[in-house]
Nanobody, 115 residues
Framework: QVQLEESGGGLVQAGGSLRLSCAAS????????MGWYRQAPGKQREFVAT???????RYADSVKGRFTISRDNAKNTVYLQMNSLLPEDTAVYFC?????????WGQGTQVTVSS
């Protein structure tokens, strides 16, 4: 099995920054894509950003220019640098990893942005 350990969530004022990390461990041969999704209260989980094993990234329109996804393949870790945070970014952020051929999800880390 694969375990995902997320860290970096917390409370921040609007305009501030946070950096999320997600480290994968366990029975890993090769990690394909990695990414982040989020779920706000009363809403469905939504895509935030993904990055392929080759480093190609994709972002939701709502976070483009403010969030940056990156990964360290040697550490099996994906990061999400979040700048210029807005109250509407408040959500539980979930790490997502493809270890071929399966998908794995983290437990989630709370991000709260106060106005």
């Amino acid at each position: 099995q694969v375990q995902l350990e997320e860290s970096g969530g917390g409370l921040v004022q609007a305009g501030g920054s946070l950096r999320l990390s997600c480290a994968a461990s366990g029975r890993i041969f090769r990690i394909d894509a990695m990414g982040w999704y989020r779920q706000a209260p009363g809403k469905q989980r939504e895509f935030v950003a993904t990055i392929t094993s080759g480093g190609t990234s994709r972002y939701a329109d709502s976070v483009k220019g403010r969030f940056t996804i990156s990964r360290d393949n040697a550490k099996n870790t994906v990061y999400l640098q979040m700048n210029s945070l807005l109250p509407e970014d408040t959500a539980v952020y979930f790490c997502w990893v493809i270890v071929i051929p399966q998908n794995f999800w983290g437990q989630g880390t709370q991000v709260t942005v106060s106005s």
